[in-house]
């Protein structure tokens, strides 16, 4: 099966703190997939690196099987798989004097042509779309609404409405659930997985609650001081394996006690990869 992400030897620093270190991942088409790491372990860097947002100092990465960056630099033909790649911010980063509908059409605006973008004049079919992808996700009655009256879960649902009007085929959410009360947090988890099972996406989802990760997504990516700690099935990260990779920082991951959360003792849990090796 062909690889919707892949990073080799992804590194980046800051000043003097080291981001990310020799990150090198593959995911394959259609996975949903979580990131999980403290506050500092590199998610947010990382994902930010996929689309070509952030530069590395050194490594490659490939999205949808074209190289976006190379050893610090930007590759020929990245905007446009960047048009294939919606990503979600913890912040939501929609434009609070816009109607919500507006928001959701910004995700159109590389099929858009120049002129009518530059005054956000979108045609009758493309607001029929926008229109469509509220209903996905339940809120088509704050489409005329300024995005600053809504809730932060109906943000969060308007963002993923973009990402559905977008058609993309590569979503990458960054601590999407973050700022939501537990029952939004669930509405979002739950579109992201419909999304990625109806529409045959790609997800990657930076999570710091690992019960969000067991239950909605198969694999686990996890970071730890910018490097890759475990890369197995969400099913095994038990809390004696997440005090084992992150000590101390381990308690950070639980929205819950773990002994509510882990029922069960996993078997034969995968081995640790200090880095991973592709």
């Known amino acids: 099966m062909p690889y919707a992400v892949v990073t080799r030897e992804l590194s980046k620093s800051f000043a003097n703190c080291q981001a990310l270190d020799k990150v090198s991942i593959q995911i394959e088409e259609g996975e949903m ?16 690196h996929l689309p070509g947002f952030v530069t590395s100092n050194s490594g490659e990465i490939d999205v949808l099987g074209q190289t976006v960056q190379s050893n610090g630099k930007l590759k020929a033909g990245y905007k446009q798989v960047r048009s294939r790649v919606g990503f979600v911010f ?17 995700g159109l605006l590389y099929e858009t042509p120049w002129w009518r973008s530059l005054f956000m004049q979108f045609s009758v079919e493309q607001r029929q779309k926008a229109l469509e992808a509220l209903s996905s996700v339940g809120i088509e009655q704050t489409a005329w609404q300024r995005a600053a009256t809504l809730s932060g879960g109906q943000q969060q649902r308007a963002a993923l409405a973009r990402c559905l009007v977008q058609k993309a085929r590569v979503i990458l959410a960054d601590e999407p659930i973050a700022s939501l009360d537990p029952e939004s947090s669930r509405k ?8 990625n099972r109806d529409n045959k996406c790609t997800v990657l989802v930076s999570l710091h609650q690992v019960e969000f990760a067991v239950r909605y997504c198969p694999r686990t990516i996890a970071l730890n001081a910018g490097r890759v700690v475990y890369d197995g099935p969400s099913a095994a990260l038990t809390p004696e394996l997440l005090a084992e990779l992150y000590g101390s920082s381990a308690s950070e991951l639980f929205a819950t006690p773990p002994d509510a959360l882990f029922g069960f003792q996993a078997k034969n849990p995968p081995h640790l990869f200090p880095t991973a090796n592709f």
């Open 33 to 48: 997939v979580a990131l999980l790491g403290a506050s500092g372990s590199g998610k947010s860097t990382l994902l930010r």
């Open 90 to 106: 913890q912040q939501f980063n929609l434009v609070n004097r816009l109607p919500v509908i507006t928001n959701v059409l910004i």
């Open 188 to 195: 979002v988890m739950d579109l992201l997985q419909q999304m």
